[in-house]
């Protein structure tokens, strides 16, 4: 992988400079959270942790016409905007190779691939708050899945090139990088041990999966779900959440429809209400349980990693406090201030 560096100074020229790749969106603050938005890349926060809405929704949206019905027949929406995403951390880009792998390894889902191939997706370093978790999920470093990446050291960034439209895009911006020395690699490695450092989260992951597949039938998801609120804040905010429904909306007098999916959770009572009113998951805390399953557990089964990259996510914006932190805690006996794991109540 080849590495270049940058002054500080020129990286909002450089952002700005990619508009012929398309809009150029980056992480701004939006009351106490940050989001990404399509503005002029000087008001980007280099500084933010995480956005409240992930990525993924660049590549599945929030709500989606794949199909249009007109003048007799079905065409597909293929088209996708054409875009430059920055300020994606590791924890985010490796949900986007999970979100890759999941919609191209049985079946490419051309709807998908129209919009990553359309994308420009450029990473860059951060330093952990007291949410982040992803040393534990062995994503806090990243090698593929982007097509640049930038570690902030201080005073300028090395700028990882790791697809060739990365390098397309630098070698058109030569007069922007500058070759890398020994100093910026001793510094480089300075910057990984103290990040390494900064990590807050205490807790170990070994064994999760048999621990979760072994407390299948612990009365901590009924406590769990008395305290869920099936909002489905946790799905909708995780990153490597793929689960959508299918809706059509028609207008009888022009005779067209529009096939739509949209994000859908696992939380909400309706998604697993069959036809004759049979719910296979009537209870929040069977719910709450496919869910940590599914992530902890099913995915490492089928695609050898969990469906969780530690981006604290969970952690930061459940509104009761169930989050993979308190969860694993619950399970393995260790102490845990979540409200819930100190209640005794009835399943619900």
């Not at 409240?52 to 019905?69: G, H, N, S, V, Y």
């Not at 040393?135 to 050291?153: A, N, Q, R």
């Not at 994000?263 to 719910?279: K, P, T």
Request: proline share 4%.
């Amino acid at each position: 992988m080849r590495v270049f560096k940058m002054k500080k100074g020129n990286l909002v020229p450089f952002l700005r400079s990619l508009k012929e790749y398309g809009e150029v969106w980056g992480p701004v603050k939006k009351g106490d959270s940050y989001v990404y938005a399509n503005t002029d890349p000087e008001e980007f926060d280099i500084t933010a942790i995480r956005t409240l809405i992930p990525a993924k929704k660049f590549f599945l949206p929030q709500k989606d016409t794949f199909l249009k019905f007109k003048k007799g027949g079905w065409k597909e929406n293929l088209n996708a905007p054409k875009r430059v995403i920055f300020g994606l951390h590791p924890c985010d880009l490796h949900a986007l190779n999970i979100y890759h792998e999941f919609y191209t390894r049985i079946y490419e889902d051309p709807f998908y691939l129209a919009k990553r191939n359309a994308a420009v997706i450029i990473g860059l370093s951060c330093m952990p708050d007291e949410h982040c978790f992803c040393h534990l999920t062995d994503t806090s470093t990243i090698e593929e899945g982007f097509d640049l990446f930038f570690t902030d050291l201080g005073d300028r960034f090395l700028v990882w090139i790791g697809s060739p439209k990365g390098d397309e895009i630098i070698a058109r911006r030569k007069e922007m990088v500058e070759e890398t020395e020994t100093d910026d690699i001793k510094d480089y490695i300075e910057w990984r041990k103290k990040r390494e450092k900064s990590f807050k989260v205490d807790l170990s992951f070994t064994g999760l999966p048999e621990i979760v597949s072994a407390s299948y039938d612990s009365d901590i998801w009924d406590k769990m779900g008395a305290a869920c609120l099936s909002c489905g804040t946790c799905t909708m905010v995780c990153p490597s959440c793929t689960c959508f429904d299918v809706e059509d909306e028609y207008d009888i007098r022009a005779e067209e429809v529009n096939r739509n999916r949209k994000w859908y959770s696992c939380m909400f009572r309706e998604y697993s209400l069959v036809a004759g009113g049979h719910n296979f998951r009537e209870a929040r805390s069977e719910r709450l349980r496919l869910w940590y399953t599914h992530k902890l557990v099913g995915f490492m089964s089928e695609y050898g990693e969990p469906a969780c990259t530690g981006c604290g996510r969970c952690v930061s914006y459940c509104p009761v406090d169930i989050n993979v932190l308190s969860v694993v805690r619950a399970l393995m006996g260790e102490k845990n201030d979540a409200f819930w794991a100190k209640t005794e109540v009835k399943q619900l």
